[in-house]
């Protein structure tokens, strides 16, 4: 394991993920908010060059603020594509990241909270005893240097949206046993959305905040009732995230880190 990794494993274990999750908010909140300062904008060309993000790799985005120029990190970071993306498929990946939790709901094992057992379906809110134990359940990590606005997985309508309060853990699946990587998906603040398919099934997304996170912003047109089709841009996260599903189909050749394309097929 990397020095690095050490440092942030423990600095996680013993300094952070302890904190009341009001500390940790307001903490991430002022982070944020520096991150939308012109002098954070010096933070993109070292940031660039520690994830390997080349010019190259860039020029299929533009700033979040549609300036001609990055005004600040946080417009870097929530840089937005310049061609929105274009329907491949009926289900698509909802976001960019890497595959670090999946499984059948009823195969995957519960996770303990303060004493208290709580199965998988737990992360996704009012909806827990909803979930069939036959869902597949996918958890995607997204990286520092991923894309970090999220899309409709499938062609539907928004039939329910839910906000739940919580922690702002570390997320990086990496500082966990992979027994308990989805474990901040159980504690942190997160938003849930529930979409009814075509065939008249729920398909629940949930977005999750972790350390840094200024906010989970959902576009003013994101509402219940709303039918949208699957690559819809629906949000996006102002610094860390993950993203989970609980979906009525099952995803094949997934494995630990696989990384996954936001819009590319999700159902083989």
Request: proline content about 5%; glycine content about 8%.
């Amino acid at each position: 394991m990397k020095l690095s990794t050490q440092l942030h494993k423990l600095s996680a274990k013993t300094i952070w993920n302890p904190l009341p999750g009001g500390m940790q908010k307001v903490i991430s909140e002022i982070w944020s908010r520096l991150y939308t300062t012109k002098m954070s904008s010096l933070l993109i060309a070292p940031f660039c060059t520690k994830y390997a993000i080349g010019a190259d790799m860039l020029l299929d985005y533009k700033p979040s603020s549609d300036d001609i120029n990055y005004s600040s990190f946080q417009d870097f970071f929530t840089r937005r594509l310049k061609i929105p993306l274009s329907k491949s498929s009926s289900y698509v990946w909802p976001v960019q990241g890497y595959v670090c939790d999946f499984g059948k709901v009823g195969d995957l094992n519960p996770v303990k909270i303060k004493g208290e057992i709580h199965p998988v379906p737990y992360i996704f809110g009012n909806a827990e005893n909803r979930i069939p134990e036959n869902y597949f359940f996918v958890n995607i990590f997204l990286h520092n240097h991923n894309y970090h606005r999220f899309h409709s997985p499938i062609d539907g309508t928004i039939i329910n949206i839910e906000y739940v309060k919580g922690q702002l853990t570390f997320l990086r699946p990496w500082l966990y046993k992979k027994s308990l990587v989805s474990l901040p998906a159980f504690k942190n603040e997160r938003i849930i959305i529930e979409i009814e398919d075509t065939s008249g099934r729920s398909w629940f997304i949930t977005f999750i905040g972790g350390m840094g996170v200024g906010k989970i912003k959902l576009h003013e047109n994101v509402q219940v009732g709303r039918i949208i089709e699957s690559s819809d841009e629906i949000g996006l996260f102002l610094l860390g995230s993950t993203c989970c599903l609980a979906i009525p189909e099952a995803i094949e050749n997934l494995h630990y880190m696989k990384k996954v394309q936001v819009g590319e097929k999700l159902i083989s």
